[in-house]
C-alpha cells in the first residue's frame, strides 16, 4: 500500500472518499469546512461521535467529494494512541468492505488531543497499515481487496517535518503482516524444513545473513533437547540463526522465538479442544523472525542476533516419552515430566547455544509458552519475566508504546522446588499444576546465566480467535512492532 502524508483544501479539493475521526465533546479540527459539515452531521441526531459510531454521507452538499465516512473516537479525554490505530483500522475494513481502492484521512489537528504530533501520526498509520492486512491465500475467490493507497491529511507543515514516518510506519506493519501470514498458515504447510526456508527466502529479499543447522549438524553440537522434541515428526527439527550486524554497533542484543509449527502435545497428547489452533506454537519464531528482517530495512546502530528453534511436536513411535531424560546443550540433563512442555526444551538450547556462541549483553525470548500466563492475564496481554528491573521496565514501556502489551510477573526462586527432578538435573514440568507460567520461565532461567534476560510469555496475544478492528482473526504478529520499539530502547 502506498502510505503519505498529504495537504490539501478541503473546501477545493476533489477527493472521492474523505474519512474524518469525530470526537464526542470536543473539536479536534480546524478546518472551516469540515467544522461546518460536522455542526449539521450532529444535528441529525444519529452521530454523536460515541467510539466506534460510524456513518456515511454521499456527495454532501457544499464538498466535492463522493462520500464522507465519520468515524466516532468518543470522549475527548479516554482519547489515546490506540482509539486512533482502532478508527484508523476501523475505517479501513469499511472502505475495503465498499470495494474502495484508497481514501484519505483527515488527520486531527495536532495539539487537540495530548498526543505528540508523531505519535498521533504514527497511531494513525499503523492503524492503516496494520487493517489493510488480509490474510486470503487459501480462499479460491478474493472477495476482499486490499487498499492501494491511503492519504493523511495534515496541516502542510507538518508533510515535510515528519515525511519519513510513512515509510517507517509501513516498514514496521510489513513486518507484523509477514509474522501473521506465518501464524495464520496451516501446519501442513510449515512444517520444520518448511517454514526455515520461508524464513531464510524472506531474510535474502533484505540481505540479511541467515543459517540453518540441520540435524546432523544440531546432533553434533548437542542440542539434546531440541532433538528430542523433534523426535516423533516426520518432518525434521532445525534451527535457524539470523544475524544483523551493522558497522560501528557496540552492543549485542540476542532474541530467541520458540518455532513449535505445531503442539499437539506429543504423547501426553492434547484433548481435541486444546489442538484447535495449536498451529500458532511458532508465534515467538515467526514474530522475531519478522523483527529480524524488518531491523535490516531499518538499519538501527545495534548488532542483533535471532535463534530460532523450530520442531513438530507429535507422538510416534519414535517419540519422546515421560520419563526419558535428555542431555541438553548446556550440559543440564532434563527429565521429561510431561511431553506437552515442549517449549522450555527447545528453548533453553537456542538460549544457551546463543549465549556460549556469541555472548550478547542482553537476551530476549519470544515464547507461546503456558496456558497458564493466559490464565493469568488474559487473551491479551503478554507476561514478562526477568529479574533485571531496566530491561523488564523497558519491555513494559514498549508495550505501552505499541499496545502490544506486556505485564511484568514475578520470578520468586522459591519455586524453583517445584522443578526438582528424583533423576535428572531438573524437570521440565512442575510438580504443581499452579503458578504454570512462572514455573517454566524459572526452568528457563537456569539456562541463562551470562546475559541479562527477561522471557515474553505471548500464549495470550499472539492469537486472535475473532477479528477486531486492525487486526482479522489469526495471527496477530505480536511482538515484532514490541521488538522494533525494543531495540531503539537499547541501541
Ligand atoms: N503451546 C502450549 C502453550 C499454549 C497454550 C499456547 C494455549 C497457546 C495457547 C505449551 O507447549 C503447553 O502445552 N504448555 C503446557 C505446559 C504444561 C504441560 C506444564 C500448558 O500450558 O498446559
Ligand atoms: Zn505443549
Ligand atoms: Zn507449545
Given at each position: 500500500?502506498?502510505?503519505?502524508?498529504?495537504?490539501?483544501?478541503?473546501?477545493?479539493?476533489?477527493?472521492?472518499?474523505?474519512?474524518v475521526?469525530?470526537?464526542?465533546d470536543k473539536?479536534?479540527?480546524?478546518?472551516?469546512?469540515?467544522?461546518?459539515?460536522?455542526?449539521?452531521?450532529?444535528k441529525?441526531?444519529?452521530?454523536?461521535?460515541?467510539?466506534?459510531?460510524?456513518?456515511?454521507?454521499?456527495k454532501?452538499?457544499?464538498?466535492?467529494?463522493?462520500?464522507?465516512?465519520?468515524e466516532?473516537?468518543?470522549?475527548?479525554?479516554?482519547?489515546d494512541?490506540?482509539t486512533?490505530?482502532?478508527?484508523?483500522?476501523?475505517?479501513?475494513k469499511?472502505?475495503?468492505q465498499?470495494?474502495?481502492?484508497?481514501?484519505?484521512?483527515?488527520?486531527?489537528?495536532?495539539?487537540?488531543?495530548?498526543l505528540?504530533?508523531?505519535?498521533?501520526?504514527?497511531?494513525?498509520?499503523?492503524g492503516?497499515?496494520?487493517?489493510?492486512?488480509?490474510f486470503?491465500?487459501y480462499?479460491?475467490?478474493?472477495?476482499?481487496?486490499?487498499?492501494?493507497t491511503?492519504?493523511?491529511?495534515?496541516?502542510?507543515?507538518?508533510?515535510?517535518?515528519?515525511?519519513?514516518?510513512?515509510?517507517?510506519?509501513?516498514t514496521?506493519?510489513?513486518?507484523?503482516?509477514?509474522?501473521?501470514?506465518?501464524?495464520?498458515?496451516?501446519?501442513?504447510?510449515?512444517?520444520?524444513?518448511q517454514?526455515a526456508?520461508?524464513?531464510?527466502?524472506?531474510?535474502?529479499?533484505?540481505?540479511l545473513?541467515?543459517r540453518?543447522?540441520?540435524?546432523?549438524e544440531?546432533?553434533?553440537?548437542?542440542?539434546?533437547?531440541?532433538?528430542?522434541?523433534g523426535?516423533g515428526?516426520?518432518?525434521?527439527?532445525r534451527?535457524?540463526?539470523?544475524?544483523?550486524?551493522?558497522?560501528?554497533?557496540?552492543?549485542?542484543?540476542?532474541?530467541?522465538?520458540?518455532?513449535?509449527?505445531?503442539?499437539s502435545?506429543?504423547?501426553?497428547?492434547?484433548?481435541?479442544?486444546?489442538l484447535?489452533?495449536?498451529?500458532?506454537?511458532?508465534?515467538?519464531?515467526?514474530?522475531?523472525?519478522?523483527?529480524?528482517?524488518t531491523l535490516?530495512?531499518?538499519?538501527?546502530?545495534?548488532?542483533?542476533?535471532a535463534?530460532?528453534?523450530?520442531?513438530e511436536?507429535?507422538p510416534?513411535?519414535?517419540?519422546?516419552?515421560p520419563?526419558?531424560?535428555?542431555?541438553?546443550?548446556?550440559?543440564k540433563?532434563?527429565?521429561?515430566?510431561?511431553?506437552?512442555?515442549?517449549?522450555?526444551?527447545?528453548?533453553?538450547?537456542?538460549?544457551?547455544?546463543?549465549?556460549?556462541?556469541?555472548?550478547?549483553?542482553t537476551l530476549?525470548d519470544?515464547?507461546?509458552?503456558?496456558?497458564?500466563?493466559?490464565v493469568?492475564?488474559?487473551e491479551?496481554?503478554?507476561?514478562?519475566f526477568?529479574e533485571?528491573?531496566?530491561?523488564?521496565e523497558?519491555?513494559?514501556?514498549?508495550?505501552?508504546?505499541?499496545?502490544?502489551?506486556?505485564?511484568?510477573?514475578?520470578?520468586?526462586?522459591?519455586?524453583?522446588?517445584?522443578l526438582?527432578?528424583d533423576?535428572?538435573?531438573?524437570?521440565?514440568?512442575?510438580s504443581?499444576?499452579?503458578?504454570?507460567a512462572?514455573?517454566?520461565?524459572?526452568?528457563?532461567?537456569?539456562?541463562?546465566?551470562?546475559?541479562?534476560w527477561?522471557?515474553?510469555?505471548i500464549?495470550?496475544?499472539?492469537?486472535?480467535?475473532?477479528?477486531?478492528?486492525?487486526c482479522?482473526?489469526?495471527?496477530t504478529?505480536?511482538?515484532v512492532?514490541?521488538?522494533?520499539?525494543?531495540v531503539?530502547?537499547l541501541?
Amino acid at each position: 500500500m502506498v502510505l503519505a502524508l498529504a495537504c490539501a483544501d478541503i473546501g477545493t479539493a476533489s477527493i472521492e472518499t474523505l474519512v474524518v475521526p469525530v470526537c464526542a465533546d470536543k473539536r479536534i479540527h480546524t478546518d472551516r469546512t469540515i467544522l461546518a459539515f460536522l455542526q449539521t452531521a450532529k444535528k441529525l441526531n444519529e452521530f454523536s461521535g460515541e467510539k466506534n459510531e460510524e456513518i456515511i454521507f454521499y456527495k454532501p452538499s457544499g464538498l466535492k467529494m463522493k462520500r464522507v465516512i465519520l468515524e466516532g473516537l468518543g470522549k475527548h479525554d479516554r482519547i489515546d494512541a490506540e482509539t486512533l490505530r482502532a478508527m484508523a483500522g476501523k475505517a479501513v475494513k469499511r472502505c475495503i468492505q465498499l470495494k474502495l481502492e484508497a481514501f484519505h484521512m483527515m488527520a486531527p489537528a495536532f495539539q487537540s488531543i495530548k498526543l505528540d504530533p508523531p505519535l498521533m501520526l504514527s497511531a494513525l498509520m499503523e492503524g492503516i497499515c496494520l487493517g489493510n492486512h488480509l490474510f486470503d491465500k487459501y480462499l479460491e475467490e478474493k472477495k476482499q481487496k486490499p487498499l492501494k493507497t491511503v492519504r493523511l491529511l495534515v496541516e502542510a507543515a507538518a508533510v515535510q517535518t515528519y515525511g519519513r514516518l510513512p515509510q517507517r510506519i509501513e516498514t514496521v506493519c510489513a513486518g507484523t503482516a509477514l509474522a501473521r501470514d506465518w501464524v495464520s498458515m496451516p501446519p501442513n504447510d510449515k512444517r520444520p524444513e518448511q517454514f526455515a526456508r520461508l524464513i531464510v527466502s524472506q531474510a535474502r529479499k533484505v540481505k540479511l545473513p541467515v543459517r540453518i543447522l540441520s540435524e546432523a549438524e544440531m546432533r553434533r553440537k548437542g542440542f539434546g533437547a531440541l532433538l528430542a522434541v523433534g523426535a516423533g515428526s516426520r518432518s525434521r527439527p532445525r534451527m535457524v540463526i539470523m544475524e544483523y550486524k551493522p558497522n560501528g554497533a557496540r552492543k549485542t542484543i540476542a532474541f530467541v522465538g520458540k518455532g513449535v509449527t505445531f503442539d499437539s502435545g506429543g504423547i501426553n497428547l492434547k484433548p481435541s479442544a486444546s489442538l484447535d489452533d495449536m498451529k500458532m506454537d511458532m508465534s515467538g519464531a515467526a514474530a522475531v523472525a519478522a523483527a529480524l528482517i524488518t531491523l535490516a530495512r531499518l538499519k538501527p546502530k545495534i548488532h542483533v542476533i535471532a535463534a530460532l528453534p523450530i520442531v513438530e511436536n507429535m507422538p510416534s513411535g519414535s517419540a519422546s516419552r515421560p520419563g526419558d531424560i535428555i542431555k541438553s546443550y548446556s550440559g543440564k540433563t532434563i527429565e521429561i515430566g510431561n511431553t506437552d512442555a515442549e517449549g522450555r526444551l527447545i528453548l533453553v538450547d537456542a538460549m544457551a547455544y546463543i549465549c556460549r556462541t556469541y555472548k550478547p549483553q542482553t537476551l530476549v525470548d519470544l515464547a507461546t509458552l503456558t496456558g497458564a500466563c493466559v490464565v493469568a492475564l488474559g487473551e491479551k496481554i503478554a507476561g514478562v519475566f526477568s529479574e533485571d528491573d531496566d530491561l523488564a521496565e523497558a519491555i513494559v514501556a514498549s508495550g505501552q508504546k505499541t499496545h502490544e502489551r506486556c505485564w511484568r510477573m514475578p520470578l520468586p526462586q522459591d519455586y524453583k522446588e517445584q522443578l526438582k527432578s528424583d533423576f535428572a538435573d531438573i524437570s521440565n514440568m512442575g510438580s504443581t499444576r499452579w503458578g504454570g507460567a512462572i514455573t517454566a520461565a524459572l526452568f528457563l532461567s537456569e539456562f541463562v546465566k551470562e546475559a541479562r534476560w527477561a522471557h515474553i510469555d505471548i500464549a495470550g496475544p499472539a492469537y486472535a480467535k475473532k477479528g477486531e478492528a486492525y487486526c482479522d482473526a489469526g495471527g496477530t504478529g505480536f511482538g515484532v512492532r514490541l521488538l522494533c520499539d525494543l531495540v531503539d530502547r537499547l541501541k
